[in-house]
């Protein structure tokens, strides 16, 4: 007579020299042995269901055997397995509520996007479906969830490590731009201080991004990350410190004109002597506190928006498209806000356009 298998006491979660199975998969496992032994009794109590046994499959004998030996040994793939044969033991008088179960819970994991594209492809309403069905979709859920399961936490990793060397590196050229700045007496040009905001604005921006990776496929977004580290964590704040560059260019340049931008003082000058580049980087500096402060935030902007400086230089080659197009950014002050200047040698329109004036037009 064989002798039936039944629950045994929670025993406490092995130590592991790796995160392969991590404390939460320990128990997660402990709890499908304990609900799939209960399952096999309340089955032998009640009746089996057509094609259910009332004993375990040599397989899953053996893996329970060998997880009380030496947990250690256990990987997600002997989860996996046991979950599988508890899904199959659940009577069929249960699946309904498993099955909605389920569907919860995968709501919660993939998000309200993708189980939506997912509830199209089954019916809404369980008491419609049979067995077969039911337990095909119990299946199908289980699988979803557990790709989801296995990539997720690489991702998350993955995303944890980027955004702590982003960190890092962040505060080195900090750490240096303070120096620079000690070293100098604080004198240092006004292209170092625009140049070191828009990397703290590309930071931010890798940071906010990185935030943000939700959703799609697990092991893409994983694959992009680590494939991608390198432009993730350095080039993306580089490139935000030369768009925040180029945007002070155009400031001084008088492209951008109005309330919202930074107006420059002018450089005293002997009749006749020519203004070199050195002293355009010495004393093209902001003419007030206030100038100083609008600097400063759009320098941050152009490294916090990747596209922001791209978008006005589109507008100002003309290549944005029609002439109908509406301004980056409203009109809320007295600015011809992402217009070119007419001081500039821009062609001029008089009309207003789409309720923001031409330079021209715009109250001083």
């Known amino acids: 007579m064989q002798t039936k298998t039944g629950p045994k006491p929670a025993r406490p979660a092995p130590r592991r020299r790796d995160a392969l199975f991590p404390k939460y998969a320990h128990d997660y496992f402990e709890q499908l042995r304990q609900q799939y032994l209960l399952m096999l009794d309340n089955t032998a109590t009640i009746g089996p269901s057509a094609g259910q046994t009332l004993t375990p499959p040599p397989t899953i004998v053996a893996l329970i055997q060998a997880y009380e030996e030496d947990p250690t040994r256990m990987t997600w793939s002997d989860v996996f397995t046991l979950e599988t044969a508890y899904l199959f033991a659940i009577h069929d008088d249960r ?162 004109q109005g309330g919202f931008f930074p107006t420059f003082a002018d450089v005293p000058t002997t009749k006749g002597q020519p203004i070199s580049i050195s002293d355009f980087l010495a004393r093209g500096v902001p003419a007030s506190i206030t100038d100083w402060g609008k600097l400063l935030v759009w320098s941050f902007i152009a490294g916090f928006a990747e596209r922001f400086v791209p978008g006005v230089l589109d507008r100002l080659s003309g290549d944005s498209g029609t002439t109908a197009e509406k301004p980056l950014i409203a009109n809320t002050t007295n600015s011809a806000l992402l217009i070119p200047s007419a001081a500039a040698g821009q062609p001029h329109a008089p009309a207003l356009e789409d309720g923001v004036p031409t330079p021209k037009d715009a109250p001083k």
Not at 132 to 145: D, G, H, P, V, Y
Not at 217 to 238: C, K, N, Y
């Open 95 to 256: 699946l309904q509520s498993e099955v909605l179960l389920f569907r919860s819970r995968y709501n919660d994991v993939a998000g309200a996007e993708a189980y939506a594209a997912y509830a199209k492809t089954v019916p809404a309403d369980v008491t419609t479906m049979n067995v077969r069905q039911l337990r095909a979709e119990l299946m199908t859920l289980a699988e979803r969830l557990r790709y989801l399961y296995t990539f997720i936490p690489p991702r998350e990793t993955t995303r944890n490590r980027l955004a702590t060397s982003a960190g890092l590196w962040t505060l080195i050229a900090a750490l240096i731009g303070a120096a620079v700045y000690g070293y100098f007496g604080g004198k240092i040009s006004t292209l170092w201080v625009v140049f070191f905001i828009g990397e703290m604005g590309g930071f931010l921006s890798v940071q906010h991004r990185l935030q943000r990776i939700e959703g799609g496929d697990p092991l893409f977004r994983e694959l992009q990350l680590s494939s991608g580290w390198f432009s993730i964590v350095v080039v993306a704040p580089i490139i935000g410190s030369f768009f925040a560059v180029l945007l002070y260019f155009l400031f001084v340049a008088g492209f951008l």
